[in-house]
């Protein structure tokens, strides 16, 4: 039973690191431990001075990792958070609204003809431990960000009556 119990919770800690890559420190793991642990990025942008910039969207987590020039983890970030989204400005492009939060959910974007409005959507927990929905908003003419918002999924009505829609987890 000891033994089944080790393997568990050995297989336990790899999944978590895969997911978040919490097992990778920075300074030392190289850009190829980041894909050995974490697997292919959704997104790669390469700077001109060699650093890179790789994005692991999660579901409810978008995990954005720095590369240095050396080939060196600078650090990881899960951007699905309040001090990330306030970041999206009114006129960003769509590649720069990319380049914070990552690719949003295929499921979550929307065009409204009769507004020329683009929506694309993100999922997170909110700072309050409940599943929330961050959209950003664009001119589907120009592809200008013309706003955003954020509403948690029982604003939404999608949690039924069991109450709110908690994450789960400890943020």
């Known amino acids: 039973?000891?033994?089944?119990?080790?393997?568990l919770t050995t297989l336990l800690l790899t999944a978590c690191a895969a997911y978040?890559?919490?097992?990778?420190?920075?300074?030392?793991?190289?850009?190829?431990?980041?894909?050995r642990v974490?697997?292919?990025?959704?997104?790669?942008?390469?700077?001109?001075?060699?650093?890179?910039?790789?994005?692991?969207?999660?579901?409810?987590?978008?995990?954005?990792?720095?590369?240095?020039?050396?080939?060196?983890?600078?650090?990881?970030?899960?951007?699905?958070?309040m001090k990330t989204f306030v970041r999206i400005r009114p006129d960003m492009t769509k590649?720069?609204?990319?380049?914070i939060l990552g690719p949003s959910l295929p499921s979550g974007t929307a065009y409204f003809k009769a507004r020329d409005e683009l929506v694309w959507e993100w999922r997170y927990c909110d700072d309050w431990n409940e599943k929330a929905r961050f959209d950003v908003k664009f001119d589907g003419s120009k592809e200008l960000v013309r706003s955003t918002q954020s509403l948690t999924e029982s604003q939404m009505g999608l949690c039924g009556d069991e109450g709110p829609c908690r994450c789960g987890h400890a943020q």
Request: zero cysteines.
């Open 95 to 99: 590649s720069e609204v990319l380049r």
């Open 1 to 7: 039973m000891k033994i089944f119990i080790s393997i």
């Open 38 to 81: 974490m697997g292919e990025p959704a997104m790669r942008w390469q700077e001109p001075d060699g650093s890179q910039q790789l994005a692991y969207p999660r579901g409810i987590h978008t995990f954005m990792v720095q590369i240095r020039p050396d080939g060196k983890m600078q650090g990881i970030e899960n951007v699905m958070r």
């Open 20 to 35: 978040s890559g919490s097992g990778l420190r920075p300074g030392e793991a190289r850009l190829e431990d980041v894909l």
